[in-house]
């Protein structure tokens, strides 16, 4: 039990934790216990032990334990939650593995609140993302979807955690594994399907795949590795020049962190003193080759050099949403500010990729079982009462019928007549007919249709 704990600063909550489950033992028992506790951490036991133990005393009855996961308390911390009818509203969690931080002498809060309707949405949406990948593998497994297909299954608390701390003014650009941003992002599991397979519903119309898909305030995914950087410091250099108060998520992976252009944005973005946060999703492997084979430094959130970084566990949903709002603020009020979010996609880089060469099975596997953001989310929630295993249940069933009705309308939906490769070309259309198509005389047809106009 006592190998659970991080530190000493955690033993009142270790006391409120034992007090919640009912802990009730006998004066002299629970006086063992604090001086056991106490020697553990190499402190002064006898003001620690007598301060904790006067603390005690006041807390638990004699008696005996009374939890049947006991053990289970010491994974995480938190503070007393508000209780309503035996069920938590409010929880105040401490971020497990601590923020590093690169020219920055104050970083993200390491103990957040979090509420029971925070935790439903957190948890419903890194569902929703989780499903809809899976039914993309199978549906490019079925060669309905075709051509390239990355999964963002394993990296869902980036996403969520960031989309966290958006406000409405706020944008996003990304590279080619954005289907879970898509959907965070406004648009429905059908639009986002059908887009992967073709079809009309899509938001794009079925005419930009896997890796161009749009949203209001989504700048998309984009096929060229890091060319999106720059594109973000743009949309940066727009809400400065608009003044909305709002900042743009510049997203690449490790992969792309050696491109030339990604320095180069570091460089203006702080120049201009940009509103931008750049984002490397460390996911540890670029297509087939690990991080440490490609970068000598692979501290990406130290990269910017004068433009300072965080480095935040990409698995726990909290901790990319508290460094998220940190991030935000500096780059609203100060400039650019680098994140760094480690985390590992289950995935191969592509469906092309059985993602076993460079890796072994059992790494995936025990990442699966050790570190899933979505089941450690999930266990936190139910540790602390914010949601219960009935309420899981719910969510879990009602997102498999609304992905697997979504993945059967996606795959019986229409595709697009030949006519719609020129509708659209341009945003505003200032002559009648395609430039450039010196063999065909095409009139060009605006209807505006796309999920974004």
């Not at 620690?48 to 994974?75: D, E, V, Y």
Request: glycine share 10%.
């Amino acid at each position: 039990m006592l190998r659970q704990l991080s530190r000493a600063a955690d033993l009142p909550v270790v006391l409120r934790q034992l007090q919640k489950v009912g802990l009730r033992c006998k004066g002299k028992q629970l006086s063992n216990f604090v001086c056991v506790v106490s020697s553990f951490y190499s402190t002064n036991s006898s003001q620690l032990s007598g301060a904790l133990l006067a603390r005690a005393n006041k807390s638990f009855k004699c008696g005996r334990l009374n939890s049947s996961s006991f053990f289970g308390l010491f994974q995480s911390t938190a503070a007393p939650a508000q209780q309503t009818n035996n069920y938590a509203t409010e929880a105040t969690i401490q971020i497990q593995r601590p923020f590093k931080l690169h020219r920055l002498d104050q970083g993200p809060e390491t103990s957040v609140k979090l509420t029971k309707e925070e935790a439903l949405l957190y948890y419903t949406q890194m569902q929703v993302v989780r499903r809809i990948e899976t039914s993309a593998g199978n549906l490019y497994k079925e060669k309905i979807i075709r051509g390239f297909c990355h999964l963002y299954s394993g990296q869902e608390a980036c996403a969520v955690g960031m989309k966290a701390a958006m406000t409405d003014v706020d944008n996003i650009i990304s590279a080619y594994r954005v289907h879970g941003w898509t959907y965070l992002m406004g648009v429905s599991p059908l639009s986002v399907l059908a887009e992967l397979t073709g079809r009309q519903k899509g938001c794009s119309l079925g005419k930009g795949g896997s890796m161009h898909m749009y949203g209001r305030n989504f700048y998309g995914g984009n096929g060229i590795v890091g060319a999106q950087v720059p594109l973000g410091a743009g949309v940066a250099l727009a809400c400065q020049y608009k003044g909305n108060g709002g900042m743009c998520y510049a997203l690449y992976g490790d992969g792309a962190s050696n491109q030339g252009q990604v320095f180069e944005a570091y460089n203006m973005a702080y120049l201009w003193r940009l509103p931008v946060i750049f984002v490397c999703e460390n996911n540890n492997y670029g297509m087939g080759t690990s991080a440490e084979r490609s970068s000598c430094n692979t501290d990406y959130y130290t990269r910017g050099d004068v433009v300072p970084g965080i480095w935040v566990d990409g698995m726990d949903v909290l901790a990319v949403r508290s460094a998220s709002l940190f991030a935000r603020e500096y780059a609203t009020k100060k400039g650019p500010i680098v994140l760094e979010t480690n985390t590992y996609r289950y995935s191969g880089h592509s469906m092309s990729d059985p993602g076993t060469s460079y890796r072994t099975r059992e790494e995936i596997q025990e990442v699966r079982s050790k570190r899933d953001p979505i089941s450690s989310f999930k266990e936190l929630c139910i540790e602390h009462g914010l949601i219960s295993a009935d309420e899981i249940k719910v969510i879990d069933n009602k997102v498999r019928k609304e992905v697997d009705e979504a993945t059967a309308q996606a795959k019986a939906d229409a595709e697009l007549p030949l006519q719609g490769l020129w509708t659209d070309v341009y945003a505003n259309c200032l002559e009648p007919k395609i430039r450039g198509a010196i063999d065909y005389d095409i009139d060009h047809i605006q209807q505006n249709k796309g999920i974004n106009h």
